[in-house]
């Protein structure tokens, strides 16, 4: 028996556990022939034995051969510079730490709400991250809302379907996040404090199973037409690295309900942070021009891509209290950044801009940007340009993350808030480059200027709990004209959104971004000064969050608290009618006057009808039941009195 036991040494695993503050959820390490997690949640398996590993020296696979475990807490207070969930986020976890006698290094992470890992390395000059592999292996029975994509060149404008787990297999690749609902509980699989390395995607094994796979280091890139650069061959390899490197968090958040995902951070509190004096970071809206084409009517002059019509946006957002506007593509050539078309005075708008207090934040391709980023951002700062709208990277591998970095820091350094388009999923940068406010990666209003069959108010209500999850989104609300299912189509100049003028003014309560666009044309807004109202206070950055309801793709209500005290209610619905009741006590004491825009009684037939009722007192003891139309919703501000 003593000869038999000393064969299976080297086989049996040693176990390490790291266990959530709360108790609830453990993450647990075995070594054996590779490094293996599990995740527990209540008491439950969430994530069976799924094997992990990492191949920094060459192409053969490494031993295993654990050191020293150790453990800590960590237990503190972030205060984001635009938040778009809390004011302030309780950062507490237990952390465990294993290092490997091959120079890897395992850190383990459990919060109350999610768990994580990440590898560091340890080496000394020039190498190669060969692979990295990592296997999660949920339940056949699970559902996944898995954002398929075609191939690595993509802009991350997916859709979020439900499917199978099981029916997700090796041909279907995904990039994240990716939402697994397991048994009534929820898991969301993503990654953060991406930096220096490639994105990770997945496929599936048809087994309930989700594999990692990445995009390899270009090795020969081809420029197609004025903003494309694709890449045609690939190194067999992820990365190049010198010295120690810390890669990114691979994390589970984990919640008990839908609800709990709209009030996750992890995504954030995962991220590096920064030592860096941002305080001259401004959040707030934005006038868009490039989903309305720049369409102002009702006007004196030819409207286009000129003087004349910006200065009619900057007088727009003047009057209503916007912080900025957008000039999109067109106020330059594509590939020539540093110059001005001939029918844009740009130093007489920007002149108009500043006596109106209105900032302007400038479109560039980035490739143009690319080749002069240096030269062009000092040009903007000079012209006294408030931030960029970057667009068309459509790439995560390492070139491509290292480029948003470099465009981050360049920004900073000038004070340019940015605006990443074409862009992949958020993964932290916003938390050490506080001025990178917000992204696109994300099928927001552009996709109905054409006929997108992903776009509805299912699609809307499905986005909360998965794309936002990771981060801000650009998803660019606010359109005025509006369509029922069978009235809407496509126009783009005048592009219209699918259901209720209601659904588009809640979208400003429930979801988030410190830059959030008012998409539409400015002579629209003018005529409809009840929803300005509204969309001229409702803030872009919140300080609390309540969760009055919520089912992923289907409905959900919240309130937010704005940093003046007022509250504001936001409630969305799929194409099904549905009626809420909202539990007020979050208010607390006092009595509170309310003004709501409220889906019209006709707004099923026509979906502009909205009804906005004023002055309504209410309490934290009294509930209100709000009835949403088809693809409706509504919005509310409280004052307390």
């Not at 056949?140 to 997700?168: K, M, Q, V």
């Not at 697994?180 to 599936?204: N, P, Q, R």
């Not at 069978?486 to 100049?493: C, E, H, L, P, R």
């Amino acid at each position: 028996m003593k000869y038999l036991f000393c064969l299976l040494l080297p086989a049996i695993a040693s176990a390490q556990q790291v266990t959530s503050p709360d108790g609830r959820t453990t993450i647990t390490l075995t070594v054996a022939n590779a490094p293996t997690l599990t995740v527990t949640h209540n008491g439950k398996t969430l994530l069976d034995p799924s094997p992990i590993g990492l191949q920094p020296d060459s192409a053969a696979a490494p031993t295993w051969k654990p050191g020293k475990f150790t453990q800590q807490k960590g237990d503190g207070i972030l205060h984001p510079l635009a938040p778009v969930k809390f004011a302030s986020i309780r950062d507490h976890y237990n952390e465990g730490t294993l290092n490997f006698k091959n120079g890897l290094t395992l850190v383990l992470r459990a919060y109350d709400n999610g768990v994580a890992y990440r590898w560091i390395i340890h080496r000394k000059g020039d190498y190669k991250v060969w692979n990295e592999s990592l296997h999660l292996q949920f339940h056949e029975n699970d559902t996944t809302w898995y954002p398929l994509e075609e191939s690595f060149y993509s802009h991350n404008e997916r859709a979020f379907n439900p499917h199978p787990l099981d029916s997700i297999g090796p041909q279907q690749l995904a990039s994240l996040p990716v939402l697994i609902k397991s048994g009534g509980t929820d898991v969301y699989f993503t990654e953060a404090d991406l930096y220096d390395y490639a994105g990770l995607w997945v496929t599936g094994d048809n087994k309930g199973g989700l594999n990692a796979t990445f995009p390899k280091y270009p090795k020969m890139l081809q420029k197609t037409g004025d903003r494309d650069e694709k890449v045609l061959e690939r190194e067999n390899y992820i990365a190049t690295a010198k010295d120690d490197k810390v890669l990114p968090w691979r994390l589970l958040a984990i919640e008990d309900n839908d609800a709990g995902l709209l009030t996750n951070t992890l995504v954030y509190q995962l991220s590096r942070g920064t030592t860096q004096d941002y305080s001259w970071v401004t959040p707030g809206k934005v006038s868009w021009d490039w989903w309305n084409d720049n369409n102002v009517y009702d006007v004196d002059f030819r409207a286009g891509i000129n003087t004349a019509t910006y200065e009619y946006y900057v007088d727009f957002a003047a009057k209503y209290g916007l912080k900025y506007i957008i000039l999109d593509e067109g106020w330059s050539p594509v590939t020539d950044i540093l110059k001005v078309v001939p029918d844009i005075d740009m130093q007489a708008l920007l002149d108009h801009a500043r006596a109106k207090n209105v900032g302007v934040i400038l479109w560039v391709a980035w490739r143009a940007l690319d080749e002069h980023l240096e030269e062009a951002l000092d040009l903007y700062a000079r012209w006294g340009v408030k931030g960029i709208k970057v667009d068309f990277m459509q790439r995560d591998d390492q070139l491509m993350v290292n480029y948003y970095e470099r465009v981050a820091k360049a920004a900073a350094a000038r004070h340019l808030l940015v605006d990443f388009h074409g862009a992949y999923k958020p993964t932290g940068l916003d938390r050490q480059y506080p001025n990178c406010l917000t992204r696109e990666g994300v099928a927001g209003n552009e996709n109905l200027k054409w006929n997108d069959p992903r776009m509805g108010p299912k699609h809307n209500l499905t986005l909360p709990f998965t794309r936002m999850v990771a981060g801000p989104m650009d998803f660019t609300p606010g359109a005025m004209l509006n369509a029922t299912k069978n009235d809407w189509a496509t126009s783009f100049s005048n592009p219209m959104s699918k259901g209720t003028r209601c659904q588009q003014l809640a979208m400003y309560v429930v979801y988030e971004s410190p830059l959030q666009m008012l998409c539409d044309n400015p002579t629209h807004y003018y005529k409809e000064p009840e929803c300005m109202d509204f969309l001229s206070t409702v803030p872009a950055t919140w300080d609390t969050t309540v969760v009055l309801h919520a089912r992923t793709g289907d409905y959900l209500a919240l309130a937010r608290r704005a940093a003046n005290g007022d509250w504001y209610i936001g409630a969305m619905t799929d194409w099904t009618p549905r009626d809420l009741t909202l539990d007020l006590s979050f208010l607390g004491p006092g009595t509170w006057k309310m003004d709501n825009w409220q889906d019209g009684l006709n707004a099923d037939r026509n979906a502009q009808d909205f009804k906005r009722v004023q002055g309504t007192t209410v309490t934290a003891t009294q509930p209100l039941t709000i009835h949403l139309a088809p693809g409706g919703g509504y919005a509310a501000r409280l004052t307390k009195q």
